[in-house]
């Protein structure tokens, strides 16, 4: 293993081919977007929203909740940090905050923006096996309104009866005036497709994408999606974070949202030394750019996409990614060759560099 060489290392990794796949997603019609204050905003579909190109995620720090009631909750410190991140990121303008009310975030939110409600574009997903009107008369009364609203379609063939009957209320909410905006969100590119055929008025789609995972940039899909004017939002940009396990120059400290996220994690070793070297030298001509802000550089140089969503746990996270959006969207040919060599990476690992509980997404995009 010390002495792979890297046409070895790649050749014996799976050798995915990238260029393909680069120049279909060149092909796609981009989204129109403005610079405005060191942000980029592009449009949501057709509607008039204009949605910051680095969102804030709905997930919060494992590190600081604690069981309540419904779902869990962070603790007082923990949600002190999370608010101070959530005011930050509008500091920097960031405008669409994502919010899951099984992680208690209805309230604070509503708390951070009271006096300022202008600033955020409120994104909310039903997490309760409530009725979805009821959700959204809870949500819109108290956020004033739901700027952005979507139901989580699971794995399938296409949609099912009972989601026709959500999205009839979503529709109804939207021509209520309780809801801006009204999307799904999914993994599956099949229920995309029907979605795109089945749901009326469909505003915007929330998929997995990340360098890793676009594999042929859901070949159907985002043409599909495009030229029916649907807004496209990026999730798991870094794999909740399983990126970070890639990257051997990593900040001191970084961790993924699980610790048992992270590469052959069944048998318990660390990467190869082929591999950390291989990695090491690339990510060495990055100057001072980690292998986590050039892989959302990756996908925000994505023109199709209107905005991309990752979590973020410390105040660093938020700066970095802001960061990484200031630099020019072009990858270096450097850079791009250090996201080729963690895709061989993860490729030649199997789904085995991510948990357990997320390893469906390397099988749905693997199949």
């Known amino acids: 293993m010390s002495c792979l060489s890297r046409r070895r290392f790649l050749a014996a990794s799976g050798g995915l081919a990238v260029a393909p796949l680069l120049s279909r997603a060149a092909s796609i019609a981009p989204v129109r977007e403005i610079h405005r204050g060191g942000m980029i905003y592009r449009q949501l579909g057709r509607t008039d929203l204009l949605v910051s190109l680095l969102s804030f995620g709905s997930h919060t720090d494992p590190g600081y909740k604690i069981s309540a009631p419904h779902g869990q909750v962070l603790n007082e410190e923990g949600q002190a940090r999370r608010d101070r991140q959530v005011a930050r990121a509008l500091d920097l303008g960031v405008n669409m905050i994502d919010v899951y009310e099984n992680n208690g975030q209805w309230e604070p939110v509503a708390r951070l923006l009271e006096g ?57 909410g939207k021509q209520a005036g309780k809801l801006r905006a009204i999307g799904i969100s999914t993994h599956s590119e099949a229920i995309m497709m029907s979605a795109l055929d089945e749901f009326e008025d469909l505003d915007y789609v929330m998929f997995p994408y990340n360098f890793i995972h676009a594999r042929t940039d859901y070949t159907d899909f985002l043409p599909a999606a495009r030229a029916k004017g649907v807004g496209l939002i990026a999730i798991k940009p ?130």
């Open 116 to 172: 300022q409600r202008s600033r955020a574009l409120v994104s909310v997903c039903r997490q309760f096996n409530m009725f979805v009107g009821e959700n959204i008369d809870q949500a819109a009364k108290l956020f004033g309104h739901v700027d952005m609203y979507r139901i989580y379609l699971g794995a399938g063939e296409r949609v099912r009866d009972k989601d026709l009957e959500d999205w009839d209320m979503l529709r109804k």
């Open 238 to 367: 870094l794999s909740a974070g399983s990126i970070v396990n890639l990257d051997p120059l990593a900040r001191p400290g970084a961790k993924p949202e699980s610790s048992q996220m992270r590469l052959y994690r069944d048998e318990h070793r660390p990467l190869p030394p082929a591999v950390v070297s291989e990695l090491t030298k690339s990510l060495h001509r990055l100057a001072d750019e980690t292998l986590c802000q050039a892989a959302l550089r990756f996908v925000y140089s994505r023109p199709f996409l209107t905005s991309v969503m990752p979590g973020m746990f410390e105040d660093y996270m938020i700066e970095e990614n802001y960061q990484a959006l200031q630099r020019s969207l072009k990858l270096s040919r450097e850079e791009q060759a250090a996201l080729d060599a963690a895709r061989q990476v993860a490729w030649a690992a199997g789904p085995r560099w991510l948990p357990r509980h997320y390893q469906w997404l390397d099988r749905e995009f693997r199949a």
